[in-house]
């Protein structure tokens, strides 16, 4: 093979960059990681954002599936400083009647707590914690005959429908409620197929592996990535934009940790037709806002159960989230947002002795510029009376704003496309193998392939894999 300054150059050091160019230094070959920004970590980064000595999860906060990951959970991070907490409760659901339903390790004690429906959610999720890793292995990943096909057809059956099909099964508001706001991480209608898919594995998550935070903030996952990445032998440059394929040294193969969009603009002139034009047609999906604060005080949730988790969900009924979610979907703002909300400072030094940080975000239309820093703290001062009292400083991102900050979150799209069954496995084209542009030696590692968005760094191994099997 002709002699190149790199093996394999990788464009992006989000969680899928740097795993893709993990998997490809782990097998001896000579990598470059290039990143835009001075700070690595692309989703994973924790800042200052309101106020000196507090600290701020930029974008990810609680990672469901970084202990679950069929390959992040195989690295040796804690060598490098990494540790996980977990909170009492992984996520808890208050309505207005001061109640509320909650996601505990145990799945027994979650189903025991929905009463009535506690045998329901055992049928449908205890199948999925039992076999994780079957279904991890062959779901977090491109299209394929699996390696478990009975356990994949007995998932498949519930997993493909709509979550709100699944809704169904339940008969309190409880129970509706809890299983609205996990299936609420899909970002799209409940009524869309395979919504059902995302409930199902974040619940499974939360009772195999619980839905914890990183100590110090989600910079520590991509600061431990990196320097495991280091040690390897790889090389890493910060604060080289890349805007042409002439500004790469000589390589056998680029690996590009980016959206279509970005990927067009790059190297668009390099494919054919037919696949610009499938890239040109990728579809995303609505945008988040978000704002963080510095609060005085932990949040005064009335009930319990939303004091003991790292994750509360703020949307009261299960038709109260499925409207904001048709209506954000459809190009719409909702007065009383689903607002998916993280106060880790509660579990982890965050902020100066008895003061706090906490987040929140809900969905919006892609490319919003509207300001939802008001429906967002109503919703919050809904469940917890006199939280507004408590800010002492905030930080917005709109949904347009997110995109400045990072070009992969194309109008506030946090999923790198929308994950419905359209673009579930054809993201970002239909092709044998999602990770192949049509170019040789040019591939895409992003979110925009599969499994999608997520702190898991499968799309990064699956395409690094890809890039073995062709060129090494």
């Not at 929140?360 to 510029?369: A, D, I, L, Q």
């Not at 040789?440 to 979110?447: A, E, F, L, R, V």
């Amino acid at each position: 093979m002709e002699k190149k300054d790199y093996d394999a150059i990788v464009v992006g050091s989000g969680p899928n960059g740097l795993c893709a160019a993990i998997r490809l230094q782990q097998q001896g070959l000579s990598v470059l990681l290039l990143e835009s920004r001075d700070t690595i970590g692309g989703g994973m980064r924790t800042q200052e954002l309101t106020l000196p000595g507090f600290l701020h999860d930029v974008c990810a906060a609680v990672h469901p599936m970084a202990l679950g990951s069929p390959y992040l959970s195989q690295l040796p991070l804690a060598k490098y400083g990494l540790e996980f907490i977990h909170s009492p409760l992984a996520m808890a659901h208050p309505f207005d009647d001061g109640t509320a339903a909650f996601l505990s390790r145990s799945l027994e004690e979650t189903a025991d707590a929905l009463g009535t429906d506690g045998a329901a959610y055992r049928s449908l999720i205890a199948p999925v914690a039992a076999h994780w890793e079957e279904i991890a292995g062959d779901s977090l990943g491109p299209f394929s005959f699996p390696n478990h096909p009975l356990v994949m057809a007995r998932f498949g059956v519930h997993a493909l429908r709509s979550a709100a099909a699944i809704a169904r099964r339940f008969v309190t508001p409880a129970a509706k409620g809890l299983w609205a706001g996990i299936a609420g991480h899909s970002i799209q209608p409940l009524t869309n197929l395979t919504t059902a898919a995302v409930g199902m594995v974040l619940a499974a998550a939360g009772h195999r592996h619980g839905w914890p935070i990183p100590k110090g903030g989600s910079r520590a996952i991509g600061n431990a990535l990196l320097h495991h990445f280091e040690s390897l032998g790889g090389e890493i440059q910060t604060g080289v934009h890349v805007s042409s394929l002439a500004q790469l040294p000589s390589h056998h193969a680029v690996l590009f940790d980016l959206t279509p969009k970005q990927l067009l603009q790059i190297a668009g002139d390099r494919f054919t037709p037919h696949y610009r034009q499938q890239l040109q047609r990728y579809r995303y999906g609505p945008g988040a806002f978000k704002v963080d604060w510095a609060l005085s005080g932990p949040i005064p949730f009335t009930a319990e159960a939303c004091r003991k988790a790292v994750t509360v969900h703020l949307g009261g009924t299960y038709a109260e989230i499925a409207l904001s979610e048709q209506r954000a979907y459809q190009g719409k703002y909702n007065e009383a947002p689903f607002v998916l909300l993280a106060q880790q400072s509660l579990f982890d030094q965050r902020a100066p002795a008895g003061q706090h940080t906490a987040w929140g975000y809900c969905h919006v239309p892609n490319g919003s510029t509207t300001d939802m820093t008001a429906a967002i703290e109503k919703q919050v001062e809904r469940f917890a009376p006199g939280f507004r009292d408590l800010i002492l400083a905030r930080h917005t991102f709109t949904a347009q704003q997110l995109e400045s900050y990072n070009p992969n979150y194309v109008g506030g799209d946090i999923n790198g496309g929308i994950l419905d069954i359209r673009q579930l496995y054809t993201r970002p084209a239909l092709r044998w193998s999602p990770y192949r542009t049509s170019a040789n030696g040019i591939y895409i590692c992003s979110s925009a392939t599969p499994p999608g968005g997520g702190v898991h760094g499968m799309c990064g191994y699956h395409a690094a894999n890809t890039v073995l099997k062709d060129l090494f």
